[in-house]
């Protein structure tokens, strides 16, 4: 039996309930999610649906109303399961809380196998000493704002973006906003797959190879054949530098040194529904082979005697912290050694 499965839902009789405001508002918006509105009184988890649909801009059919309501509550009795526990970080409702992990993966998950081939890598490591905290963010302008890659498996390209940018804002005082749809389109013979994934690394590779990245506003996020105009390009890749395999402390000398690092790593269950605090799994793998999820680290401290990772993710200002997420640190923590690298920009 599902531990998380929910009990029958009684329907309570029509009563006054502080919320009605919000769900009157709401039907007179015309939000599809709360036709049936009457089901919402008397029981909490249906009026937070409620207040979820338009929140997060959810509109169903009635066949689809039913489904995602026990989505959300099942994963409502999780959170709550998870955060009566002892946990360093929090799980919380956001926008796939109507969504079953089975789905969310297929959607916005790395679904073709990746195997990071960077057994020894070309990143030349000081001896440090290194600060005990960093932030890119707070270094200057050297971080474009976080980005919503929505229901397709392209965070290897908002990972490379990402990280193309900071290392281009470094070199030349200039923060571009650059195209992750040109490497949706065209970055195929570089061992990527479009919405089924791809990593960083190739992605510059492809970059370097091809002679440039446009910028965003010339080749904005949506779907079509590859149409690169190189007279276009925004930036460059000189080299590709790989961080050998499960070198954690080549991350942080890169970090702390040079810039942000692009890394891949293994998104479970729980992942889905962060909050915030410093995430770590004991469900997740910390091999090549099973790395799912591309992000880019900006920065890394501290945290009740816990070191973690600052981690731009591409999922929207919404979720996490405001985009962002902490993982823990020093422990190849679902994988996140095990697949690293930057580029060096071409100025």
Not at 63 to 72: A, H, I, K, M, S
Not at 118 to 127: C, E, F, L, P, Q
Not at 315 to 333: A, C, L, Q, V
Request: hydrophobic share 35%; net charge neutral.
């Amino acid at each position: 039996m599902n531990r998380w499965a929910s009990p029958p839902i009684r329907i309570a009789k029509m009563k006054t309930h502080p919320l009605t405001p919000v769900v009157n508002a709401a039907l007179f918006n015309k939000t599809p999610c709360l036709k049936n509105f009457w089901l919402c009184h008397g029981i909490t988890e249906l009026w937070i649906f409620c207040k979820f649909c338009p929140q997060h801009n959810k509109q169903y059919g009635l066949d689809e109303y039913y489904q995602r309501l026990q989505n959300f509550i099942e994963n409502k009795r999780r959170i709550d399961h998870h955060n009566a526990g002892n946990h360093k970080f929090t799980m919380g409702l956001n926008q796939f809380a109507d969504m079953t992990f089975a789905e969310f993966k297929k959607q916005y998950l790395i679904t073709e196998p990746q195997n990071c081939s960077a057994t020894k890598g070309n990143h030349v490591s000081s001896n440090g000493p290194y600060p005990d905290a960093i932030d890119w963010r707070e270094k200057g302008h050297y971080i474009t704002d976080v980005k919503n890659q929505g229901p397709c498996g392209s965070c290897w390209t908002f990972s490379t973006t990402g990280c193309l940018e900071s290392v281009t804002a470094i070199a030349t005082g200039k923060l571009p906003l650059l195209a992750e749809q040109q490497l949706v389109d065209c970055a195929g013979a570089f061992n990527n797959h479009g919405c089924e994934g791809g990593l960083p690394s190739q992605a510059f590779e492809y970059i370097k190879y091809n002679k440039g990245l446009m910028a965003e506003a010339d080749y904005p996020y949506t779907d079509g054949p590859c149409k690169y105009n190189p007279q276009l390009a925004a930036a460059f890749v000189k080299e590709v530098v790989n961080i050998t395999k499960y070198d954690e402390m080549g991350m942080v000398d890169a970090v702390a040194r040079l810039n942000p690092v692009s890394f891949a790593f293994e998104v479970t269950s729980d992942f889905m529904l962060y909050q915030k605090g410093v995430y770590s799994s004991n469900k997740c793998h910390n091999t090549t082979d099973k790395v799912n999820h591309a992000v880019l680290a900006v920065g890394y401290n501290e945290e009740n005697g816990t070191p973690y990772w600052i981690v731009k993710n591409s999922w929207g200002p919404t979720w996490g912290i405001d985009g962002y997420f902490y993982i823990e640190r020093e422990k190849n923590m679902c994988g996140l050694a095990a697949c690293s690298s930057y580029p060096l920009p071409l100025i």
